[in-house]
């Protein structure tokens, strides 16, 4: 399938560049694009020659979360094939997460809802001063179920209730703290933080890095599969329901929801 949403490109030293790069879109997440990260994702875990990861967007946004279009589409969809379609992004974040190599994060703009649990996958995820970030999903009636489990794993319960809920909007500085970015650099200082950080793996074993995040992932505990399935079973049923769809016909309407002050 030719990538038209996303490019990924290697270096002579085995640093793989995985890029969003639906810029006209702040590189929503649409049902082709999903596609296309997964098979860059699967084709990546397979390239021996790969031996670092860099996730980065073009354009102003990291990642506006879900496509709203393709969100729209699911309110006429049966409940079964809803829960399947809706899943996409639950099934993408397992393919980043499950890379042998190590995924870096490159935050250079907003990340919001799923562009959040893009940046949760990472192992290190590094953000230029000035992005936002934010489960943004309660606003539309949604919840942030798909990317929930991935998130939740990053951030811990207790950040989590910080912002799960409330779809608040926090900076950089503050996605620190919640556990979400290693730390925050200057936008001009963001390729040279991105490349300390991918340096250090090129003196190392390729297989031995790869043998060490099995093991951290064994003794850290991984998203396991009932969790995800239990989130995508909880976002299929808040679809069906009033506020759902209110949230999302007040988006397109661009009007606010019954429920906002």
């Known amino acids: 399938m030719a990538q ?9 030293r085995g640093v793989a560049r995985l890029t969003l790069t639906r810029r006209d879109k702040h590189n929503a997440l649409s049902a082709e694009m999903m596609t296309e990260l997964q098979a860059a994702a699967a084709a990546l875990a397979r390239a021996r ?3 670092v990861v860099v996730l980065a967007a073009e354009g102003r946004s990291f990642c506006a979360g879900g496509d709203l279009r ?4 699911q309110r006429d969809m049966d409940t079964a094939t809803r829960r399947i379609e809706s899943a ?9 997460a499950a890379l042998p190599q190590p995924l870096i994060g490159r935050i250079h703009g907003n990340a919001f809802g799923g562009g959040v649990g893009l940046a949760a996958v990472c192992d290190v995820a590094i953000g230029a001063a000035g992005a ?13 179920a798909n990317i929930g489990p991935y998130v939740v ?3 811990g319960a207790a950040r989590a209730r ?25 936008p001009e200082a963001l390729d040279d933080a991105i490349e300390a950080e991918v340096a250090p793996y090129l003196s190392c074993a390729p297989g031995a890095v790869a043998d060490a995040k099995r093991l951290l992932g064994d003794i850290a505990g991984r998203v396991s599969e009932a969790d995800v399935a239990h989130a995508v079973d909880a976002l299929a049923a808040r679809w069906e329901t009033e506020e759902a769809a209110e949230g999302v016909s007040a988006f397109f309407d661009k009007r606010s929801p019954r429920w906002a002050g």
């Open 4 to 12: 038209t949403l996303i490019r990924t490109e290697t270096d002579a």
């Open 49 to 51: 020659d790969v031996r």
């Open 70 to 73: 393709w969100m729209q589409a």
């Open 88 to 96: 996409r992004i639950a099934q993408v974040l397992g393919a980043l």
């Open 132 to 144: 936002k970030m934010g489960l943004t999903e309660t606003r539309l009636g949604l919840i942030p």
């Open 153 to 155: 794993a990053r951030m």
């Open 162 to 186: 910080e912002v799960f809920m409330s779809s608040r909007i926090f900076d950089a500085e503050e996605a620190v703290r919640l556990n979400l970015l290693a730390r925050v650099v200057a």
